[in-house]
């Protein structure tokens, strides 16, 4: 019995001294984000952030807006970002994950990734608990080649 209570306070002070890391695909809300745009964000915020976008387009739908820039492609619905999308070396999460990173560097930056077959091909998707948000990671056999961060209507 001594040595199960031993073992099993190792493994709980291992647990709190090890670093913050996404377990079972789960990340921290302030995850989500690309080139420092933060889901939420108004028009004007992203303009401040960014500059003017290389092109403006307007939507049908739940995406009414959007502003293309090299790094990062911001989707709006009811004047706040609810999507972002990167291909672009720079477009890069807070954790300094980026489009051209091998697969290995996403999963010691965020742990295990959910694996989804999805029509448009594999993604690598990390959820924020409690919360409506999503990264999700495009990539080929090594190589991350997307990166975006969606959210439910």
Known sequence: MKHRLVGWFFLFSLCLSAPSQAIGGA???D????????????????????GEPLRESKGAGFLDLHYEY?????????GVA?????RNRRGCTPMRLCPGDG?????VLYGSP???????GRRYEYYVEGGDC????????????SISVACQP
């Open 114 to 120: 959910i694996v989804a077959d999805r029509e448009i």
């Open 27 to 29: 990340l921290p809300q």
């Open 134 to 145: 999503w990264l999700q990671i495009g990539g080929n056999a090594n190589e991350v080649e």
């Open 70 to 78: 090299a790094s990062v492609r911001v989707s709006f619905s009811e």
């Open 82 to 86: 609810v999507g972002l999308q990167s």
């Open 31 to 50: 995850e989500m984000s690309i080139s420092g745009i933060v889901i939420g964000d108004s028009p004007a915020q992203v303009r401040k952030k960014m």
């Open 103 to 107: 697969l290995k560097r996403m999963r």
